[in-house]
């Protein structure tokens, strides 16, 4: 038990105490809203997987491995992936079509690309989210889908860049048993899982709630400020690395 909550522990301030961390995740949890922590899941899975390739391959290939090399680009590698998160949000931010019962353009890529214009008239399907006021914010079940893949592939960048990481989990090379260990490992995991959770969960219940209310200037500025926050994070990576 002891061993669990020590990975627990470990885990949470690993997350939170991460800057990095938190500005990878906060653009793309605001964009997904109500299904924000599928973002959390999927960048704590990433991160947990990407620091267990680090670890495995520095177990076997330690003597091999140019240990100050990784550690010297891993910021840079996660300096621009914030850098273009960032940019991402903030450009969206203002191709975003948020509107009401105006005509409006959409474009498609299937079959092929094109853009056709039309009121918001049509029945609320799956992926539409409507607020209380009749209008609603067109957020398709791809978009949250695409953020979530995009999440786990940067998780996994993130926790297989970090050689910092490797430290994150010596402990359990410490342990007198091999299930001790894996105990370790496993709390770590779920830890850093349920906080990103957890984190991601009020970013977008807090973007969720602003957009039912039709609160567009509040939502604008709150993912304006998830954008900059990322880029200004991923220049602090590049210039001063942590």
């Excluded at 470990?10 to 906060?26: E, F, M, Q, Y």
């Excluded at 940019?87 to 191709?95: E, P």
């Excluded at 474009?107 to 918001?120: G, N, Q, S, V």
């Amino acid at each position: 038990m002891l061993t669990f909550l020590t990975g627990f522990i470990a885990s949470i301030a690993h997350v939170v105490t991460g800057p990095d961390h938190l500005a990878a995740v906060t653009p793309l949890a605001i964009d997904s809203r109500k299904k924000s922590w599928m973002i959390g899941f999927s960048w704590g899975l990433g991160h947990t997987i990407g620091m267990l390739l680090i670890g495995l391959l520095f177990i076997l290939f330690k003597q091999y491995l140019p240990v100050e090399a990784i550690s010297k680009h891993s910021d840079t590698v996660i300096g621009v992936l914030l850098i273009g998160i960032g940019s991402w949000a903030i450009l969206r931010t203002y191709l975003h079509h948020s509107h009401g019962n105006r005509p409006h353009s959409h474009f498609h890529t299937r079959p092929f690309l094109y853009a056709h214009i039309h009121k918001h008239t049509h029945s609320h399907g799956e992926g539409h989210q409507e607020s209380r006021n009749g209008d609603h914010d067109h957020q398709h079940t791809g978009t949250v889908r695409q953020n979530a893949f995009t999440a786990l592939f940067i998780g996994i960048i993130h926790g297989f860049a970090g050689f910092s990481h490797l430290f994150a989990l010596l402990p359990s090379l410490a342990l007198p048993t091999v299930i001790a260990s894996v105990i370790y490992v496993s709390a770590f995991a779920a830890g850093t899982i349920l906080t990103m959770v957890l984190f991601a969960l009020i970013l977008g219940a807090v973007a969720y709630k602003a957009a039912a209310e039709n609160r567009q200037r509040f939502l604008k500025w709150f993912t304006l400020t998830g954008g900059f926050l990322a880029i200004c994070i991923g220049i602090l990576w590049l210039i001063h690395p942590v």
